[in-house]
């Protein structure tokens, strides 16, 4: 079964500064979705980044960007220029690309909580 | 992209009672999922629900615990019965877009429903 592993339940940064968020993830795939969410405390999941595994490149959005490094099955965050409103906690997840059944699911890991310090 | 409402947005809730959550989209969707989260925990898939077919459980969740009805291609519920405190948790609804509108993996989220068991 897929797993995804975030070790750092909180993290800190100041304003203006760049900070780095973990992700692990486990599967014996070669196709698939891997995304950040943000859940600020107003409880929305937003989408901050995806990337597709069999794209080499690192996706980016604007001051957001991944270092997806597929044989180690790492998927990190990094925020430039932290904004107040980038606090939120962070999830890390993963979705198989082949689509049927309940393995189409959206895998969580269990989140880092992001203070933005002014 | 989709947009989800969510019915109730939270509510409190006595021991031994059950409450219905509604979801509804904007848009015709295949692939609904419903979603918990425990309080400062990651989400934890209970099932997903697709239109003119039974929805398929995640392990540790029982129909009989949290009915689910898909009746058209924009909406569903999810009942959460016989409530005892552990069932407090967020409720979140998820969807996939329409195949054709977009292919990105992603899953749009309603703002969730908040329920506290007394």
């Known amino acids: 079964a897929q797993t995804v592993t975030q070790s750092q339940p909180e993290m800190s940064v100041q304003e203006a500064e760049t900070v780095t968020l973990s992700c692990t993830y486990d599967?014996?795939?070669?196709?698939?979705?891997l995304f950040w969410y943000k859940q600020p405390p107003s409880r929305q999941m937003i989408l901050v980044i995806r990337q597709e595994a069999y794209k080499q490149q690192n996706a980016t959005e604007n001051r957001f960007s991944v270092n997806f490094q597929k044989a180690a099955k790492s998927f990190s965050l990094k925020i430039s220029d932290s904004q107040l409103g980038d606090a939120a906690m962070y999830f890390c997840?993963?979705?198989?690309?082949?689509?049927?059944?309940?393995?189409?699911?959206?895998?969580f890991g269990t989140g880092t909580l992001l203070a933005v310090q002014p | 992209s989709a947009v989800i409402s969510q019915k109730p947005s939270r509510d409190i809730c006595q021991r031994g009672t059950s409450l219905t959550i509604q979801c509804q989209v904007d848009s015709q969707v295949t692939m609904m999922f419903w979603y918990r989260q425990q309080p400062g925990q990651s989400l934890t898939l209970i099932a997903t629900a697709n239109q003119g077919s039974e929805a398929t459980y995640e392990s540790g969740f029982v129909i009989d615990k949290f009915p689910i009805s898909r009746p058209n291609l924009t909406f569903s519920t999810l009942t959460v019965s016989n409530m005892s405190p552990e069932d407090s948790s967020i409720y979140l609804c998820?969807?996939?877009?329409?195949?054709?509108?977009?292919?990105?993996?992603?899953?749009?989220f309603g703002e969730g429903s908040r329920l506290t068991v007394l």
């Open positions: 997840a993963y979705r198989t690309l082949n689509y049927g059944g309940a393995t189409n699911k959206l895998i």
């Open positions: 998820s969807v996939e877009d329409a195949p054709g509108r977009s292919n990105t993996g992603e899953l749009f």
């Open positions: 599967t014996s795939e070669s196709d698939y979705y």
